[in-house]
């Protein structure tokens, strides 16, 4: 008798549960619409996505590198155009200092030439692939017989120089010249710097007879990262001086003379 009591009790109590649950309304969690997607917009980045993610795995989110400088306008016409073969330096030059007194930046946007002023604006073309670079030439070199201009690693990226090694480019220089010419390239100091030598008696050799020869000329001698270098700095250091030094320099063992501007 008590059993069939509890179940009755229990039907009822279930029934009282079904019929109220018909009345009771379902309330529905808000799920906020998730964040919009970043824009990319104009900027570059320097390879990680706007979740921070690298690898596929997950890291602390950063902001995205600085956009570069735009580069400057460049009016006019010219300095000079040449066409030639570019190359791209980087290790064992970085960190070290280049010629305008500052430490080179590989991941900068700048080149290095023989004859250019310090300073100069240059777009180099890469006639290859048809990109081109604004640089600032901060360095000399390169030193490789029929190369017109070194670039940086950043440049040689841009211009799709980078695996390619070498490439023959079109280089148009704006130089920091007179207001009233813009197009003439200023005087300035020049100098002859022979080698590389692989032996540094080689060099001192060579560097002890110019002494000799060029009594009112500074002969130094001093090591590079492909060798040992002699450099001649004329008492009257302009470029027709500086042409006749390396006219009178001949040197056995595949070592040149290249005629070098110094500001």
């Given at each position: 008798m008590?059993?069939?009591r509890q179940v009755l009790a229990g039907s009822v109590v279930t029934l009282v549960m079904v019929l109220t649950g018909c009345h009771k309304k379902h309330v529905h969690a808000h799920q906020p619409p998730p964040p919009p997607t970043a824009s990319s917009g104009s900027g570059r980045y320097s390879g990680r996505d706007t979740q921070g993610t690298t690898s596929g795995r997950s890291t602390a989110r950063t902001a995205p590198a600085p956009v570069p400088a735009t580069p400057p306008n460049l009016h006019g016409r010219p300095s000079l155009v040449e066409t030639g073969i570019a190359s791209w330096y980087g290790p064992p030059?970085?960190?070290?200092?280049g010629a305008d007194g500052k430490v080179y930046d590989q991941n900068?946007?700048?080149a290095a030439h023989r004859t250019l002023p310090l300073g100069t604006m240059v777009r180099v073309t890469n006639l290859s692939t048809n990109q081109s670079?604004?640089?600032k030439i901060t360095d000399r070199g390169p030193f490789v017989k029929g190369r017109i201009i070194d670039l940086s690693l950043a440049a040689a990226k841009e211009t799709g120089l980078y695996r390619m090694g070498v490439a023959k480019v079109r280089v148009e220089?704006?130089?920091?010249g007179p207001s009233g010419d813009p197009k003439a390239i200023p005087g300035g100091r020049w100098c002859v710097q022979v080698g590389a030598f692989?032996?540094?008696k080689d060099a001192v050799k060579l560097k002890q007879q110019l002494m000799r020869r060029y009594r009112t000329a500074k002969v130094i001698e001093f090591p590079g990262p492909t060798g040992h270098w002699v450099r001649v700095?004329?008492?009257y250091p302009t470029k027709a001086s500086a042409d006749e030094v390396a006219a009178s320099i001949h040197v056995s063992g595949g070592a040149e003379p290249y005629l070098v501007r110094t500001d």
């Open positions: 008590n059993r069939c030059y970085a960190g070290r200092k900068a946007m700048t670079a604004v640089v220089a704006w130089t920091p692989e032996h540094e700095n004329p008492a």
